[in-house]
DNA sequence: GAAATAGTGTCTGTGAGACATTATTTA
DNA sequence: TAAATAATGTCTCACAGACACTATTTC
């Protein structure tokens, strides 16, 4: 039937008439998620400074088969052809993480044509946050493995500006370094601003990748770019900490995230209102004890004041 | 050949039985993209105010077919399965607008199992901003008429926040209106925000629909959203404007984004590091001329001072 | 000079950033 | 009392917001 033809039809006979003869004209490709599940860990360490350290930490699953065999992914898996995007995403951070409602939020659609040897897939990506208090000690059963919690560290070794005949290019290496107990996963990113007028491009390139499977060194870098760009106003890392937690613990979430000191009056200050005290107090050492705090449900971010 | 005997393969081998057994194994689907395309176009109407007022517009184009057949819907199209999104927005926004390296970002994968009709169609949503001054007339060919420019208008009809039980419930109305010649669509969305302790979930639903295909009433506003939250801290309006433009002129173009007036000073403050004084002057009725400028090319956001 | 808009000078309040001080605990 | 960290007081500086004023044009 000719699509003239078609046009002809009641919506009803239409449809039907779609599903049956152009439906499946073309070829598509799959669709699946990426997540990059963050949780603030405490320390095991114990060096010589009294301060517990926190450290920021994603989850990454050893791949088992091809391609990209025995690298670290991202969590993830191919939408179903029932369930929207954000249905695969919260079963898939139930399975993974054994933890129910978890903070996920959508970050980008990746979908460059070579991303994937197997096949064309489009990957969604999603940034997720878990309360370490929360999370379930890792499965120990045969796979235990195969999952991992892995320390984030990105550094920037490079930083080039070039202003060519009003076109600014803005040149970035980026070193991000996974590292988990005994193995350690890394990847260089360049990164390309080009500022076209007011047009901004960005484009992005894995320069070198040990042990990070598909884009996923990418996905990683953009996700803590959200994080870090969302932290100072909105509630967000608040999805990182307990119920109940003290400003020093708050702060140091912060600080995690944002890769820098914050100062104490300053931060307190700012969170102020986000935060409701709960009469409790905390002792962790020799010193003056803690009181505990939970968020403040009634706070809202007033957008432009 | 079962998953486990695929595995023993080499990873050329594993990839090439892959492509043959394993690679159409589930229904997959459709990939498109919706773009809303804004400019700022300045009022025919000569009103009794002398300031000349500008406004806010998206290009919208008439459905020939169904589904939504006469509704208005975004440009867009298909992704085709050897190209990526961002190769396939650019192609589009050259055929819709005829301009060549029009700005646009990725705003929100939107993937509900219900909306279209038709078949599974995953959209990649981008937001594009094209200067007036740059796009050719809307072509005067056969279907002119069904592509147009129309006038963004949007109001909160009601907002209601309640506090149940640690869970802040959010519930805004939102009303849609879009204005061309003698056509004007329309709609109505609702949107909840769910904040369970700090994690923030958003539902929006489109409770009335007068005009507008699909669910492209949630991706304009969505749209709106991520200008509106953008203009301030970066160069984004300037896409809005010509190569050269004045201050006033530029004021006007934040105004009619934000929805709001602003003051004079304190915008000229604010913007007085993104532009370059042309010497240029321009004289524009019975008053002081006004400056000329560019955009400043070696602007750089400072993303955490 | 009147009308209209462009552009500048300056006061005020808020909030970020930094430094200093007090408070509370245990060894 | 020393050590360690929690919590608060307060000074400074930058900037947002507002108001008043000056500048330039045409009629």
Known sequence: MEEKDLQNLSETEFIEQYKKTEKDKYEKPSIATDMAIFTVATKKVTDNRKKADKELQVLLIRRGGHPYKGDWALAGGFMGIDEDVETAVQRELKEETGVDGVYAEQLYTWSAVDRDPRMRIVSVSYLALVDQEKLPPLQAGDDADDVRWFTV???????????????????????????????????????TTITEGANVKTVVTISERNGIAFDHAEIILYSLERLRGKVNYTNIAFNLAGEEFTLPDLQQIYEVILGRELNKVQFRRHVENMVVDTGKEIKTGAYRPSKLYRYNAAWVYDQWK
Request: hydrophobic share 40%; glycine share 2%; charged share 40%.
């Open 153 to 191: 560290k990105d550094r920037v070794m490079e930083s080039r500006d070039e202003l060519v005949d009003g076109t600014m290019i803005k040149t970035d290496k980026i070193e991000l370094t996974l590292i988990s107990d005994e193995v350690t996963a890394s990847a260089v990113i360049e990164k």
